[in-house]
């Protein structure tokens, strides 16, 4: 009994790593950033709400648990199709469930999960521009969420989910940056790491213009610093690191917008622990040499 209590204890953690924890709190900054731009407000919350939640964390650990099913990573937990299609179907069906109008983008996100798999293929274009089926994964994650609330998306909503795109396909090839000496057909690989770094800045000023647009003011300037820190910065890792907990906290001034600003830096707090916390867990080449077993024990 207590070795089957280890086994299952042990699957779950394998799992919950591998859904990239420091992430889980984002896309729930993701559900309330929509419906705070659908309808003005985050407040009061509701079963639609977790189930908004629940789609969007769904399709993301479905997206999670299809890479490493796929990829099957000697240094990282085992992962199995049919876990990873659970989360996929999982996440469209509920969607689809509560509203008819987020199923396309939730099952084109879906899509994008199989497509990005393949970015360490045979294709040299896909391996070489991955992080851009990343961001437009997102944007579609977004749009999905969004639709929960409303039949069609707004023209701020459009921008903010571009926005959200452009962060992503930015933070993506951060990651890319990250794990140049171990890749090999990775944009920073084939073009070299000034020209990724030049296109991680564009990106995210990209970013940074579209939610100012969408939401008025400053609130893409943290999306900024980033782009910056990537002309200024040759470590990649850290530059990684930061351009997860920076594009949580552009999420979290969108879904405070109108209103609950405590609650989103609540939510941005849980953010940035989780990050710390988690980010060194999952295992990667370019890990620094701190043991990832310390984040449970």
């Known amino acids: 009994m207590a070795t089957a209590l280890q086994t299952l204890t042990s699957s779950l ?17 993701i ?6 731009l659908a309808t003005g407000a985050i ?30 990573h000697e240094n990282r937990p085992q992962i199995s ?12 069906a509920l969607s689809a469930a509560i509203s008819l109008s987020a ?28 992080f851009v089926v990343r961001g437009a994964s997102h944007a579609l994650l ?6 929960f609330y409303a039949q069609f998306l707004s023209s701020n909503q459009l921008l903010a989910a571009c926005a959200i795109g452009l962060a992503m396909a930015g933070r993506n090839l951060a ?37 100012s647009s969408s939401c008025g003011g400053l609130c893409g300037l943290p999306l900024l610093t980033v782009g910056v820190a990537a002309l200024v910065t040759s470590n990649g890792y850290k530059l990684h690191q930061t351009s997860v907990i920076v594009t949580m906290a552009a999420i979290a001034i969108l879904a405070s917008a109108g209103e609950a600003a405590a609650l989103a830096t ?22 620094p040499v701190e043991n990832s077993a310390q984040y449970f024990h």
Request: overall charge positive; hydrophobic content about 55%; charged content about 10%.
């Open 103 to 130: 199923t396309l983008p939730a099952f084109l996100y879906s899509i994008c999960a199989l497509i990005y798999s393949q970015k360490e293929g045979t294709s040299f274009s896909l391996g070489a521009f991955s």
């Open 13 to 29: 953690q394998a799992h919950l790593l591998m859904a990239r924890p420091y992430s889980i709190a984002e896309h729930a900054f």
């Open 81 to 92: 199709t049919e876990t990873a299609a659970a989360g996929l179907v999982g996440g469209v």
């Open 31 to 36: 559900a309330l950033a929509a419906k705070a």
């Open 175 to 211: 990651g890319d940056l990250r794990d140049v000496q171990f890749d090999k057909k990775t944009f920073p690989v084939v073009f070299g790491a000034s020209l990724a770094r030049i296109t991680v800045f564009a990106l995210f000023l990209s970013a940074a213009i579209l939610l």
């Open 266 to 287: 609540l939510f941005l707090a849980a953010s940035a622990f989780s990050t710390l916390l988690f980010y060194g867990a999952v295992p990667r080449a370019s890990n």
């Open 142 to 147: 977004f749009a999905t969420a969004s639709l």
């Open 43 to 72: 407040t009061p919350l509701g079963l639609k709400d977790a189930a908004c939640a629940s789609a969007t964390l769904l399709l993301w650990f479905g997206f999670c648990w299809h890479l490493e099913s796929v990829h099957k």
